[in-house]
């Protein structure tokens, strides 16, 4: 059984820095492809990033080099670190897993319809 554990949200001014984890189990995250998303109130979920198994990451376009994706593997554990943080950062932050395609690897991590495996979500808000 896959299960996704997210930790880490909190409430912080604009500006400052948050580090978001998410602890996985039953799936290996250096075989596997992994994500974050996130979900503004009354708005529809997007993507934060990636990374895949080789290790390459992707971004969306608002990232704007503010936030850093990383892996644990021994610990098996995704990180996501935001800096700058605006308010519009704001949002509900869900980890994400897909497993790979043995002969075409990982479809695209920026595609919620894409993953097969979602966290519960933590909540992230900024202050102005």
């Known amino acids: 059984q896959v299960q996704l554990v997210e930790s880490g949200g909190g409430s912080v001014q604009s500006g400052e820095s948050l580090r978001l984890s998410c602890a996985v189990s039953?799936?290996?995250?250096?075989?596997?492809?992994m994500a974050w998303f996130r979900q503004a109130p009354g708005k529809e979920r997007e993507a934060v990033g990636g990374?895949?198994?080789?290790?390459?990451?992707t971004y969306a376009d608002f990232v704007e080099g503010r936030f850093t994706i990383s892996r644990d593997d021994a610990e098996n554990t995704l990180y996501l670190d935001m800096r700058s943080l605006k308010p519009d950062d704001t949002g509900t932050y869900y980890c994400a897993a897909q497993r790979p395609s043995t002969a075409l690897g990982c479809s695209s991590l920026l595609r919620p319809q894409n993953m097969n495996y979602w966290g519960n979500g933590t909540v992230v808000t900024i202050f102005s």
């Open positions: 990374i895949y198994a080789s290790g390459s990451r």
């Open positions: 039953g799936f290996a995250l250096k075989i596997g492809c």
